[in-house]
């Protein structure tokens, strides 16, 4: 197991590698003078500032030099100063990361909470009006964009209703009422879509287990239906739900840039998107670094869980 | 040389603010948290580090200028940091008598040696400081005594104390810029009324009353009146508005389509700027085919009807522009003849004098926002009916203007801007030869002669006088033409006061003399 871990984070060096790489080259080959771009529209920096950015930023040296003066302050935990505020970009990532976090944890629970039950109900009721309304439902939220879904939410919560605030955040460990309010509707546009996607996957393992032989068995010792369903059947039912999990962090993040601006959440979503509007290419390096960390450990973490999920998945150690 | 030429000229300070609007009838009430919103987040609280004109918003709160000037851009010493000040031409100086017993938010005294401090911090290419190139005109510093100070300037300075109003003008505490260095962006000590209380990145920006500042009203009482300010971002303007009118926040600028409800509305007071800012021009790039031909932007000019664009777009809340760059209520204003008028048979004529009877084509760039881009489809609808095709790029205002100024990518870029009612400021940025915002950079010995004598005079009316030549010659030919002046409009509640002190010269919120009717009842 502990070689098996080694061997995983081993990987993700060069696919971070390269992730990073791709970025630095896509930020550089804007077309323009990346110097000037950091000057506000209206405002002017003279030549000799000009100049003294682009040697401040490496702007004069060739991109894989500049990639690597970058990498090698990066390891050591250096992501460099925002080229627009000047804050930090590590201190940057921390605060935006935690808001995206909260944000991206409750938007998960949400999907999960309407998505587990309404798979297994559908499961359990196949072919009744309740699987028909849930299999609509849920093709429905893998169609509809979210952010479509997020202007609807605020035009009918936010504006018609007044029911739900429609910008900002407060901190949830601060106010925690007040910090689920605000989080409601962006949690629910984002995680709509894991949620059809978890529902589609839930029911097709509850229907493929519940024809499993055991639950026959268990059936045939006159165990009632729900013990059936919640004790023998679900664990096992979970674990494609589980490979789902890894592949929505990623989701997550992706769904975060166009939800966070659409509800003027500061995460990082909206930090990204602020730092590619703005050619702020420390900040949108350090920001896609830090997502594409966090989309690889939720792939390794969903793989440790399926080991302790499932006695029958074991990671050699040979 | 100036008309003025060796005397010394006196601007006499008053120690005790007298201002020139009348006095209200009801007495300021003390207390109050304020919340504000805006649409952008602040770039840096450190007034000369932030790129964004936006900025204002924040730091007029924080920080007090050497010279300060009231809403048509007048010096004004009664709220400067500046009680007096000399202006000498035989060598070329400034020299400013300072306010005595102001202090910075981290305790340490406002001083000549602060001003040195500023000044130089400034001057530094290596601050990056965003307002160096209009003050490079300054040779040195003087430090004359602990309230005396002279700027020696390279030649005069006709517009020095306009832009000492702007961000050039800023005083920051020497010790906390020397202490924090880059992280002073945000936890700024200035002289002004507010002190920064917090920061949640992206979120919001909580200030509370600097207990001592030297501020006072017409009657003597101590400024500022509010207790707290939180100025949040809310970066959707539908969402800002909706926070306004469900009194989530207690000021706010209007879109252009609200601003007739909230007219109707009477439990809100509308306070309005006329030319607050240049909602459309049309920029030209005069050294980019096809638009080198000045008949060629002349026919685009007649072509467009700009009342349309006022109606559809700004709901004829705009005012429809009568001249160039320096807005109606700029000091440097007048309506000009010379300004290409909407005459489609003339643009028809001036096509077939090109040799272009049947119209061209070419490519235009424009900002990726709600008004600009409707705004581009008229037009090219306008063109079309001359026989002109129009193809419209979206971009982001920051990239748009750089790949238009600097890229030379586009030969018209159909963009707004900010009110700057000082001429010098884009005369010496758009309109020289070498200046940053001149796209086409062709050597005109003629224009940048006219730009360098109108910031040479101290006299108003002769450099009036000469902005206004030099604006006739940009709208002639064609370079730099509004087409709508845009207006600002605050909306508060009634329970709001001293709104119509609200706006300053640049149109930024100024939140030192406002007061809450009912300061208890303002927590939320």
Not at chain 1, 68 to 81: N, P, S
Not at chain 2, 377 to 394: C, H, K, P, S
Not at chain 2, 434 to 448: C, H, M, V, W
């Amino acid at each position: 197991m502990w070689r098996y871990l080694l061997r995983r984070l081993l990987q993700m060096v060069p696919v971070l590698l390269i992730v990073t790489f791709l970025v630095h080259g896509l930020m550089h080959a804007m077309p323009g003078d990346p110097a000037r771009a950091l000057v506000g529209p209206g405002e002017s920096l003279d030549e000799e500032q000009l100049e003294l950015i682009r040697r401040e930023h490496n702007l004069d040296r060739p991109i894989p030099v500049q990639y690597a003066i970058w990498l090698g302050k990066a390891v050591q935990g250096d992501l460099g100063r925002s080229t627009q505020n000047q804050r930090p970009v590590v201190e940057e990532l921390r605060t935006r990361a935690a808001v995206t976090l909260q944000f991206g944890v409750v938007a998960w629970i949400m999907a999960v909470l309407i998505a587990v039950p309404a798979g297994i109900a559908s499961a359990v009721y196949r072919g009744r009006p309740i699987d028909y309304v849930a299999t609509v439902l849920s093709i429905g939220g893998v169609a509809i964009p979210n952010f479509w879904l997020g202007i609807m939410a605020i035009l009918l919560f936010g504006v018609t209703l007044g029911w739900l605030p429609t910008q900002g955040y407060v901190d949830i460990f601060e106010d925690p009422l007040e910090g689920l309010r605000y989080m409601i509707l962006p949690a629910f546009a984002l995680g709509i879509t894991s949620s059809a996607i978890i529902m589609r996957q839930s029911r097709s393992a509850m229907l493929e287990v519940l024809a499993q032989d055991y639950v026959r068995t268990a059936r045939a010792k006159g165990m009632r239906e729900k013990a059936v369903i919640w004790r023998h059947a679900l664990r096992n039912a979970l674990l494609p739900v589980v490979t789902v999990f890894g592949l929505q962090t990623g989701r997550i993040f992706a769904g975060a840039v166009v939800i966070e601006t659409l509800f003027g959440i500061p995460g990082m979503g909206q930090f990204l998107v602020q730092a590619i509007f703005m050619r702020d290419f420390l900040a949108a390096q350090g920001a896609v670094l830090l997502m594409a960390l966090a989309v690889l450990v939720a792939n390794l973490v969903t793989d440790v869980a399926y080991a302790w999920l499932d006695p029958r998945i074991k990671y050699d150690d040979r | 040389m100036d008309v003025m030429g060796g005397i010394r000229r006196r601007v006499a300070g008053a120690c005790i603010a007298v201002l020139a609007t009348a006095a209200v009838g009801e007495p300021p009430r003390y207390g109050g948290h304020l919340r504000i919103a805006y649409t952008n987040e602040p770039m840096s609280l450190d007034a000369v580090l932030g790129r964004s004109g936006g900025d204002a918003y924040y730091w007029r709160q924080i920080f007090d200028q050497l010279v300060d000037a009231d809403p048509e851009l007048t010096p004004r010493p009664a709220t400067s940091l500046a009680t007096s000040w000399e202006i000498t031409e035989a060598p070329h100086a400034i020299t400013f008598e300072l306010r005595r017993g102001v202090r910075f938010h981290d305790g340490t005294p406002f001083n000549a040696d602060a001003v040195k401090f500023n000044v130089e911090r400034i001057l530094d290419p290596a601050t990056m400081a965003t307002p160096r190139a209009s003050m490079t005109v300054i040779d040195s510093v003087d430090v004359l005594g602990e309230h005396r100070v002279r700027l020696n300037l390279k030649r005069p300075w006709g517009a020095g104390l306009n832009m000492l109003a702007d961000r050039g003008g800023v005083m920051n505490s020497p010790t906390a810029v020397r202490r924090l260095g880059r992280d002073y962006g945000w936890n700024p000590s200035g002289t002004g009324p507010f002190r920064v209380a917090g920061v949640v990145t992206g979120t919001a920006v909580h200030l509370v009353r600097n207990d001592d500042y030297w501020g006072v009203d017409e009657a003597g009482n101590r400024l500022p009146y509010l207790d707290e300010v939180t100025i949040r971002v809310i970066r959707d303007e539908t969402v800002l508005v909706s926070a306004l009118r469900t009194g989530e926040i207690d000021v706010a600028y209007l879109p252009y389509k609200d601003v007739s409800t909230f007219r109707r509305d009477r439990r809100f007071r509308i306070e309005t700027m006329p030319g607050g800012a240049i909602a459309h021009v049309f920029a030209f790039n005069v050294a980019m085919a096809p638009l080198d031909d000045l008949r060629l932007r002349r026919a685009v000019m007649h072509a467009i009807d700009p009342r349309a664009i006022n109606t559809a777009i700004y709901f004829d809340n705009a005012i429809l522009a009568d001249s160039g760059m320096w807005p109606v209520g700029a000091w440097a204003h007048e309506p000009s003849a010379a300004r290409p008028g909407y005459d489609p048979e003339r643009s028809r004529q001036l096509l077939r004098d090109a040799g272009k009877p049947d119209g061209f084509e070419f490519t235009a760039v424009t900002n990726n926002n709600a008004l600009h881009i409707p705004a581009a489809e008229i037009v090219r609808a306008m063109l079309r009916r001359v026989g002109i095709t129009m193809d419209i790029e979206v971009l982001n205002a920051g990239v748009a203007t750089e790949r238009f100024f600097h890229g030379r990518q586009y030969p018209l870029y159909m963009t707004g801007w900010s009110r700057y009612p000082e001429p010098d400021w884009l005369a010496s940025l758009a309109f020289k030869s070498d200046g940053y915002y001149n796209a086409a950079n062709l050597p005109r010995p003629d224009i940048d002669a006219l730009v360098e004598r109108g910031a040479s005079f101290y006299d108003l009316a002769a450099r009036k006088r000469t902005y206004l030549e030099l604006n006739d010659l940009v709208l002639r030919e064609a370079w730099f033409v509004p087409l709508i002046y845009g207006v600002t409009y605050a909306a508060a509640p009634l329970r709001v006061r001293n709104l119509d002190r609200l706006m300053g010269w640049d149109g930024k919120m100024n939140l030192r003399e406002i007061w809450i009717a009912d300061p208890s009842a303002s927590e939320p």
